[in-house]
């Protein structure tokens, strides 16, 4: 099992058109496949959007851990619940949010992760996806995509510059999410 230590990347399936849903962004601290842990293989493959730093544990390991330390096996289960969690709310954005709450969506949830690492400053934080990544993510074009950051740009809310995104505006941005 691999912990991301540096950089960003993503998981994702590969459909047998050809196509790309990203299933998750992967950010420091993350672990590549939780599910490698209790699984010999995921169903999902991981691809790097910036050079990455990694450091491996091998499953035998992590399973005397498991056996041996209740700490260990708690937050194996919490990145576990957090991977789901944040997939149910993928689910949600996809099957019932228009294109604009969408991509809201996503830069409000990067941006709730990134500051709980502490790594957002005065709302600027790392932004390395390109606009094929966001409509990969949102099921969306990326026609669409770049028409709607270009709109919350002239609105406003974000800025978007030099492979770093700012919010300028959360509550506006907030209030397009609706149930974030």
Known sequence: MLVLCDGWAFHYLQLADGRRQILSFLLPGDLLSPLVAVRERSASSTMALTDLQLTGLRRAEICNELRADTGVALALAEALADALSNMAELAAALGRCSAEERVAYLILHLARRTAAQSIVRDERYRFPLRQQHIADALGLTSVHVSRT????????????????????????????????
């Open 149 to 180: 950051m270009r709109q919350f740009q002239d609105r406003g809310l974000i800025r978007l510059s030099g492979g770093f995104l700012e919010i300028c505006d959360r509550r506006e941005l907030e209030r397009i999410g609706l149930w974030l």
